[in-house]
């Protein structure tokens, strides 16, 4: 398993504003990901984020609105752009196990609540 | 298509009552594997279980256990003599190889236990 935190854990942003929202793994992972869970809903996965390389989107998800960084190993950033109160989610990162058998562990979670 | 389903929107029982989460997958790979996640009020993802398809054993850990039948694509959850710590919502996840391993969430289910 691996022990993961998010930054900040909860926020109130207002209309047009950006958060960036921080995830620190205690262990080196490839892959990381990132999910938006909107009130009483799903986990629904924005993107993939591997080190060295761009972040890949699923449909829906566009990197103007979702900018994601992975610098390294342990860390990873996601930027929720110009915030409208249909953002308002707890947006979760997860990281897979290296090598299989590809479960993954899931952060806190940041609750954000945009006015 | 894949998709998971958790046709159980919210379930209440007594404490000490035994209760089961039924999910229902979809997939056309032999090869997947199936996941319970419990997020409890403070919305933390917790890692319940996997299992892959080419292990059809129920398996038991405590007062939990799980029903892998793949005749009706099911993977259902039964939580013995519950507690009102069990009280949260309880996801079911499939994973492909051929679709990265990224995650297929189910809409979840709300367990309520009351004392």
């Known amino acids: 398993s691996a022990v993961i935190s998010q930054k900040p854990s909860r926020d109130i942003c207002q209309r047009g504003t950006s958060l960036t929202i921080q995830c620190q793994v205690d262990?080196?992972?490839?892959?990381m990901f990132w999910y938006r869970q909107q009130p009483g809903q799903s986990l629904t996965l924005i993107a993939t984020?591997?080190?060295?390389?761009?972040?890949?989107?699923e449909s829906g998800f566009v990197i103007d609105k979702f900018p994601i960084s992975r610098p390294n190993l342990t860390f990873s950033t996601l930027t929720v752009s110009n915030m409208s109160p249909e953002d308002s989610s707890i947006y979760l990162c997860?990281?897979?196990?290296?090598?299989?058998?590809?479960?993954?562990?899931f952060g806190p979670g940041t609750r954000l609540t945009v006015t | 298509a894949q998709k998971v389903t958790q046709a159980q929107t919210e379930i209440s029982v007594v404490e000490k009552e035994d209760v089961t989460l039924d999910c229902v997958y979809e997939t056309r790979d032999t090869t997947y594997y199936l996941f319970w996640y419990k997020q409890p009020p403070s919305g933390e993802l917790v890692f319940l279980i996997r299992r892959n398809s080419f292990d059809e054993q129920n398996e038991i850990s405590g007062r939990y256990s799980w029903n892998f039948q793949k005749s009706t694509s099911s993977f259902n959850f039964t939580i013995t003599a519950s507690q009102v710590v069990d009280s949260a919502v309880y996801f079911c996840?499939?994973?492909?190889?051929?679709?990265?391993?990224?995650?297929?969430f189910g809409t979840g289910t709300r367990l309520k236990v009351l004392a």
């Open positions: 997860s990281v897979e196990t290296t090598g299989f058998p590809y479960e993954q562990y």
């Open positions: 984020a591997n080190q060295g390389s761009e972040a890949t989107y």
């Open positions: 996840a499939l994973s492909e190889p051929l679709r990265d391993y990224k995650y297929i």
């Open positions: 262990s080196q992972v490839t892959m």
